[in-house]
């Protein structure tokens, strides 16, 4: 087996597969852009436990769902524009998607119809799905009052799927950057090995809202060499201090599975609840902080007819 492409219509959902001789990947292209599904030597490593249908409809999040505009939470419904305190319209407030607390969670597009593919190859190295969204709905600018295109690129090459976003600013001032993904995978026995490059855990309030300090994660868990057993630890917290001053990629690990990103992810939330009725762990790549679209420079900014791109990988070494 080659590289292969293949599209089809599942559940209304346009689906498209990447496949090659050690890996398969699925997106649901019209449901966020969602991949759903990456199978290596016949093993699911993303949580998925549903139909297409039923994840449309469902409140709950799997596979690896794209945060945008923001990624994690807010403190409440607003956000910094040019320095000034831009309050949500009331009649855009059913867009949000919402934590236990009421506060704005992982932006508005975790499950959009309105990605469009504008490429679909194979070639002898690999095999490639473009899609693109125009940010351009009257309902989303009254919450992120900022006109660009965002391009999404899912390329799978031997053991590896590499995702690159591109923000594509059309606006006539500066647009902060804050978005982020969510992957859950699957946690399939107790002592999974995480490790986590990052230096510092951000302390949070009640409500997981950082309060600006910063603390080494050693001081909370038991991490040797950056590496924790999952079987006696449980996170929901994110994490900085990543070693790109002397490395382009950073790599966390989850067992056989890597996660690599380049320096335009800086943050990272890992989730990894208890219990037996949450069989997964995410490891959330972020450009920027929780909460950083309320405080004034707290994000990477892309200047006007600008783009940013920033790109992750994850490798199966199966």
């Given amino acids: 087996m080659g590289n292969l492409v293949q599209q089809y219509s599942e559940d209304n959902t346009e689906v498209v597969v990447l496949q090659n001789e050690q890996m398969t990947a699925r997106i649901a292209v019209t449901l966020g852009n969602t ?31 794209f945060m945008h505009p923001w990624a994690n939470r807010l403190a409440d419904d607003s956000i910094q524009v040019s320095g000034t305190r831009h309050l949500f319209p009331e009649s855009s407030k059913q867009l949000i998607y919402r934590d236990g607390n009421g506060l704005p969670l992982h932006g508005l597009l975790l499950k959009s119809d309105a990605w469009k593919t504008t490429a679909l190859y194979a070639n002898e190295n690999e095999s490639c799905h473009e899609a693109e969204l125009l940010f351009d709905r009257a309902e989303w600018h009254a919450v992120f009052p900022f006109a660009h295109a965002i391009r999404m690129c899912h390329r799978l090459q031997g053991n590896a799927l590499h995702v690159e976003v591109t923000i594509d600013n059309k606006s006539g001032q500066s647009m902060p950057v804050s978005f982020g993904f969510h992957p859950y995978f699957f946690k399939n026995k107790e002592d999974m090995q ?90 959330e790549p972020m450009t920027a902080a929780t909460n950083a679209l309320q405080l004034a420079g707290e994000c990477p900014a892309v200047p006007a007819e600008a783009i940013f791109s920033a790109t992750f990988t994850i490798r199966i070494n199966a």
């Fill in 35 to 65: 991949l759903f599904s990456l199978t290596a030597n016949d093993r699911e490593y993303l949580y998925f436990p549903y139909t297409l249908q039923e994840y449309r409809e469902s409140p709950k999040l799997a596979g690896n769902p």
């Fill in 194 to 283: 995480l490790s986590l490059p990052a230096e510092e855990v951000l302390l949070t309030d009640e409500k997981q809202i950082p309060d600006g300090q910063k603390s080494p994660k050693e001081n909370y868990w038991p991490f040797e060499n950056h590496r924790i057993s999952l079987s006696s630890a449980v996170f929901d917290h994110g994490f900085t201090g990543l070693p790109f001053a002397t490395q382009k990629i950073v790599t966390y690990h989850l067992d056989d599975v890597a996660l690599e990103v380049d320096a335009q992810y800086p943050f990272v939330q890992v989730y990894a609840p208890a219990g037996p009725g949450k069989p997964y762990v995410c490891i």
